[in-house]
Protein backbone atom coordinates (compact mmCIF):
# COMPACT_ATOMS: atom_id res chain seq x y z
CA UNK A 1 0.00 0.00 0.00
CA UNK A 2 3.09 2.36 0.94
CA UNK A 3 6.29 2.55 0.13
CA UNK A 4 7.71 4.95 2.75
CA UNK A 5 6.25 6.19 6.04
CA UNK A 6 7.56 9.27 7.44
CA UNK A 7 6.61 10.88 10.87
CA UNK A 8 6.76 14.29 11.97
CA UNK A 9 8.51 14.11 15.25
CA UNK A 10 8.96 16.74 17.83
CA UNK A 11 9.66 16.56 21.36
CA UNK A 12 5.77 17.30 22.68
CA UNK A 13 3.62 15.48 25.41
CA UNK A 14 2.60 13.11 22.36
CA UNK A 15 5.60 12.58 20.97
CA UNK A 16 6.07 8.55 22.00
CA UNK A 17 2.55 7.80 21.28
CA UNK A 18 2.84 9.45 17.78
CA UNK A 19 5.37 7.64 17.18
CA UNK A 20 4.82 4.68 18.38
CA UNK A 21 1.63 4.71 15.58
CA UNK A 22 3.86 5.60 12.76
CA UNK A 23 5.79 2.29 13.93
CA UNK A 24 2.65 -0.12 13.67
CA UNK A 25 1.96 1.33 10.87
CA UNK A 26 5.23 0.79 9.13
CA UNK A 27 5.40 -3.25 10.87
CA UNK A 28 1.71 -3.96 9.28
CA UNK A 29 2.66 -2.73 5.40
CA UNK A 30 6.07 -3.43 6.11
CA UNK A 31 7.65 -0.20 4.72
CA UNK A 32 10.59 1.35 6.28
CA UNK A 33 9.95 4.54 8.91
CA UNK A 34 11.68 7.95 8.56
CA UNK A 35 11.40 10.37 10.91
CA UNK A 36 11.37 14.00 10.08
CA UNK A 37 12.53 16.85 12.60
CA UNK A 38 12.23 20.59 11.75
CA UNK A 39 15.63 21.82 12.66
CA UNK A 40 19.20 21.75 12.34
CA UNK A 41 21.03 18.52 12.95
CA UNK A 42 21.32 17.91 16.56
CA UNK A 43 23.94 14.39 18.00
CA UNK A 44 21.48 14.85 21.70
CA UNK A 45 18.41 15.05 19.79
CA UNK A 46 19.27 12.24 17.27
CA UNK A 47 20.18 10.21 20.51
CA UNK A 48 16.59 11.19 22.08
CA UNK A 49 15.16 9.76 19.13
CA UNK A 50 17.06 6.11 19.01
CA UNK A 51 16.62 5.73 22.69
CA UNK A 52 12.98 6.36 21.76
CA UNK A 53 12.80 3.80 18.94
CA UNK A 54 14.46 1.75 21.19
CA UNK A 55 11.55 1.97 23.98
CA UNK A 56 9.14 1.21 21.75
CA UNK A 57 10.94 -1.72 20.18
CA UNK A 58 10.85 0.03 16.84
CA UNK A 59 13.35 -0.16 14.39
CA UNK A 60 16.20 1.83 15.77
CA UNK A 61 18.08 2.27 12.46
CA UNK A 62 15.35 4.00 11.16
CA UNK A 63 16.77 6.95 9.18
CA UNK A 64 16.05 10.27 11.48
CA UNK A 65 15.98 13.08 8.69
CA UNK A 66 16.84 16.97 10.47
CA UNK A 67 15.53 19.71 8.12
CA UNK A 68 15.81 23.16 9.69
CA UNK A 69 12.94 25.96 8.78
CA UNK A 70 9.92 26.99 8.93
CA UNK A 71 7.90 23.51 10.16
CA UNK A 72 5.43 22.98 7.84
CA UNK A 73 8.14 23.76 4.91
CA UNK A 74 10.62 21.54 6.38
CA UNK A 75 8.61 18.40 6.28
CA UNK A 76 7.55 19.04 2.89
CA UNK A 77 10.70 19.56 1.91
CA UNK A 78 11.97 16.24 3.60
CA UNK A 79 8.94 14.34 2.07
CA UNK A 80 9.81 15.40 -0.85
CA UNK A 81 13.78 14.25 -0.68
CA UNK A 82 13.46 11.13 1.07
CA UNK A 83 9.65 9.99 -1.35
CA UNK A 84 7.83 9.32 1.30
CA UNK A 85 4.12 8.41 0.38
CA UNK A 86 2.70 8.34 3.34
CA UNK A 87 3.28 11.24 6.21
CA UNK A 88 2.03 10.48 10.03
CA UNK A 89 1.60 13.66 12.34
CA UNK A 90 -0.15 14.30 15.83
CA UNK A 91 -3.09 16.32 14.56
CA UNK A 92 -4.29 18.87 17.35
CA UNK A 93 -3.64 22.21 18.45
CA UNK A 94 -6.41 22.62 21.22
CA UNK A 95 -8.14 20.39 22.80
CA UNK A 96 -12.42 21.52 23.85
CA UNK A 97 -14.79 19.58 25.60
CA UNK A 98 -16.73 20.23 22.38
CA UNK A 99 -14.72 20.31 19.86
CA UNK A 100 -10.46 19.42 18.92
CA UNK A 101 -9.44 22.42 16.98
CA UNK A 102 -6.95 21.20 14.24
CA UNK A 103 -3.46 22.26 14.85
CA UNK A 104 -1.71 24.80 12.69
CA UNK A 105 1.01 22.15 10.98
CA UNK A 106 -1.70 19.69 10.44
CA UNK A 107 -3.57 22.10 8.76
CA UNK A 108 -1.29 23.37 6.34
CA UNK A 109 -0.23 19.59 6.00
CA UNK A 110 -4.19 18.94 4.99
CA UNK A 111 -3.96 22.01 2.63
CA UNK A 112 -0.10 20.95 1.13
CA UNK A 113 1.50 18.19 1.47
CA UNK A 114 1.16 16.13 -2.01
CA UNK A 115 0.65 12.59 -0.15
CA UNK A 116 -1.45 10.49 1.71
CA UNK A 117 -1.50 11.69 5.60
CA UNK A 118 -2.60 9.94 8.65
CA UNK A 119 -3.10 12.44 11.62
CA UNK A 120 -3.92 11.49 15.10
CA UNK A 121 -6.00 13.41 17.71
CA UNK A 122 -6.07 10.01 20.16
CA UNK A 123 -2.89 8.22 19.84
CA UNK A 124 -1.31 5.67 21.81
CA UNK A 125 1.92 4.64 22.80
CA UNK A 126 0.29 1.21 23.09
CA UNK A 127 -1.25 1.13 19.56
CA UNK A 128 -4.65 -0.48 18.93
CA UNK A 129 -6.71 -1.34 15.78
CA UNK A 130 -9.50 0.82 15.28
CA UNK A 131 -12.77 -1.12 16.01
CA UNK A 132 -14.94 1.44 13.81
CA UNK A 133 -13.97 3.28 10.82
CA UNK A 134 -16.02 5.74 9.09
CA UNK A 135 -15.29 6.80 5.59
CA UNK A 136 -17.04 10.47 4.54
CA UNK A 137 -18.24 10.20 0.48
CA UNK A 138 -18.59 13.59 -0.32
CA UNK A 139 -19.62 12.01 -4.06
CA UNK A 140 -20.13 9.04 -6.22
CA UNK A 141 -16.66 9.66 -8.14
CA UNK A 142 -13.63 6.95 -9.27
CA UNK A 143 -11.92 8.39 -6.13
CA UNK A 144 -15.02 7.46 -3.28
CA UNK A 145 -14.74 4.28 -4.79
CA UNK A 146 -11.40 3.79 -4.75
CA UNK A 147 -10.98 4.78 -0.96
CA UNK A 148 -14.16 2.50 0.05
CA UNK A 149 -12.13 -0.16 -1.45
CA UNK A 150 -9.34 0.66 0.32
CA UNK A 151 -10.67 1.13 3.35
CA UNK A 152 -12.20 -2.19 3.32
CA UNK A 153 -9.02 -3.83 2.61
CA UNK A 154 -7.03 -2.47 5.41
CA UNK A 155 -10.09 -3.12 7.54
CA UNK A 156 -10.04 -7.31 6.67
CA UNK A 157 -6.24 -7.34 7.16
CA UNK A 158 -6.36 -5.78 10.74
CA UNK A 159 -9.13 -6.86 11.83
CA UNK A 160 -11.64 -3.67 12.17
CA UNK A 161 -14.93 -4.96 12.94
CA UNK A 162 -17.38 -2.06 11.24
CA UNK A 163 -16.96 0.28 8.03
CA UNK A 164 -19.58 2.93 8.25
CA UNK A 165 -20.01 5.12 4.81
CA UNK A 166 -21.24 8.43 5.45
CA UNK A 167 -22.96 11.02 2.38
CA UNK A 168 -23.88 14.71 3.18
CA UNK A 169 -26.95 15.98 0.79
CA UNK A 170 -27.73 19.39 1.75
CA UNK A 171 -31.53 20.68 1.69
CA UNK A 172 -30.63 21.62 -2.16
CA UNK A 173 -29.03 18.82 -2.93
CA UNK A 174 -31.47 16.60 -1.74
CA UNK A 175 -34.44 18.64 -3.85
CA UNK A 176 -32.53 18.46 -7.00
CA UNK A 177 -32.11 14.97 -6.52
CA UNK A 178 -35.57 14.31 -6.25
CA UNK A 179 -36.37 15.65 -9.44
CA UNK A 180 -33.58 14.50 -11.55
CA UNK A 181 -34.58 10.91 -10.42
CA UNK A 182 -38.52 11.38 -10.90
CA UNK A 183 -37.53 12.67 -14.43
CA UNK A 184 -34.99 10.39 -15.60
CA UNK A 185 -35.32 7.73 -13.67
CA UNK A 186 -31.58 8.01 -12.58
CA UNK A 187 -30.22 6.26 -9.21
CA UNK A 188 -30.77 8.09 -5.88
CA UNK A 189 -27.67 8.73 -3.38
CA UNK A 190 -28.74 5.62 -1.18
CA UNK A 191 -29.34 3.45 -3.54
CA UNK A 192 -25.76 4.02 -5.21
CA UNK A 193 -24.57 3.74 -1.72
CA UNK A 194 -26.24 0.81 -1.50
CA UNK A 195 -24.69 -0.63 -4.52
CA UNK A 196 -21.33 0.19 -3.43
CA UNK A 197 -21.94 -1.84 -0.33
CA UNK A 198 -23.10 -4.67 -2.37
CA UNK A 199 -19.68 -4.70 -3.66
CA UNK A 200 -18.47 -6.00 -0.76
CA UNK A 201 -21.08 -8.24 0.55
CA UNK A 202 -19.00 -11.30 1.62
CA UNK A 203 -16.83 -9.00 3.44
CA UNK A 204 -16.15 -10.26 6.98
CA UNK A 205 -16.46 -6.65 7.90
CA UNK A 206 -19.54 -4.98 8.82
CA UNK A 207 -20.67 -2.56 6.72
CA UNK A 208 -23.21 0.08 6.92
CA UNK A 209 -24.43 3.61 5.67
CA UNK A 210 -26.01 6.84 6.04
CA UNK A 211 -27.25 9.85 4.59
CA UNK A 212 -26.20 12.79 6.51
CA UNK A 213 -28.41 15.56 5.35
CA UNK A 214 -27.94 19.38 6.93
CA UNK A 215 -26.46 22.51 5.36
CA UNK A 216 -23.25 22.87 6.47
CA UNK A 217 -20.72 20.55 6.72
CA UNK A 218 -20.22 20.37 10.50
CA UNK A 219 -23.25 17.86 10.42
CA UNK A 220 -20.77 15.27 9.12
CA UNK A 221 -18.58 15.98 11.92
CA UNK A 222 -21.01 16.04 14.78
CA UNK A 223 -22.13 12.69 13.63
CA UNK A 224 -18.55 11.26 13.72
CA UNK A 225 -18.25 13.00 17.35
CA UNK A 226 -21.53 11.36 18.35
CA UNK A 227 -20.74 7.82 17.18
CA UNK A 228 -17.76 5.45 18.33
CA UNK A 229 -15.60 6.00 15.36
CA UNK A 230 -11.77 5.56 15.50
CA UNK A 231 -10.65 6.72 12.57
CA UNK A 232 -11.90 8.83 9.76
CA UNK A 233 -11.14 8.09 6.06
CA UNK A 234 -11.68 11.04 3.56
CA UNK A 235 -10.75 11.47 -0.01
CA UNK A 236 -8.85 14.46 -1.27
CA UNK A 237 -8.03 15.77 -4.07
CA UNK A 238 -5.01 18.05 -4.93
CA UNK A 239 -5.34 20.05 -7.97
CA UNK A 240 -2.79 23.18 -8.87
CA UNK A 241 -2.02 25.42 -5.88
CA UNK A 242 -4.56 27.60 -4.40
CA UNK A 243 -7.53 25.37 -5.28
CA UNK A 244 -9.62 23.59 -1.65
CA UNK A 245 -8.34 19.98 -1.72
CA UNK A 246 -11.31 19.14 -0.13
CA UNK A 247 -14.82 18.54 -1.20
CA UNK A 248 -16.98 21.53 -0.01
CA UNK A 249 -19.14 19.26 2.50
CA UNK A 250 -15.63 17.93 4.51
CA UNK A 251 -13.91 20.82 4.20
CA UNK A 252 -14.70 21.61 7.67
CA UNK A 253 -11.71 19.15 8.59
CA UNK A 254 -9.25 21.93 7.95
CA UNK A 255 -10.17 23.60 11.06
CA UNK A 256 -11.74 20.66 13.11
CA UNK A 257 -11.08 17.29 13.33
CA UNK A 258 -13.25 14.76 15.02
CA UNK A 259 -10.91 12.07 15.66
CA UNK A 260 -7.99 10.09 14.38
CA UNK A 261 -8.09 10.48 10.33
CA UNK A 262 -6.74 9.16 6.93
CA UNK A 263 -6.60 11.09 3.96
CA UNK A 264 -6.51 9.69 0.45
CA UNK A 265 -5.16 11.87 -1.84
CA UNK A 266 -5.47 11.84 -5.94
CA UNK A 267 -3.42 14.12 -7.74
CA UNK A 268 -4.50 15.97 -10.40
Not at 10 to 28: D, H, K, M, N, Y
Not at 42 to 54: G, T
Request: a negative charge.
Amino acid sequence: MYHRVGVATTFSPRFLAVLAEAGRICQSLPAPLCLIHADAFDAEKEARFRDALHRLNLDEQSKVHFEPGEPVQSILKAQRKEHIDLLVAGALETESVHRNFTGNVSRELLRQAPCDLILYTDPKEEPEVPEAILIAIPDFSELSRHVFHRTVNLAEQQGTKRVTLAHVQTTFAEAKEKVVTTTSGAPSSEEIIEGLVRERETSVVELDYHLLRGNTGFTACEFIQSSSTNLLVMPSHMYSKGQPVFAPALDWIIQVIPTNLWVIRQIV
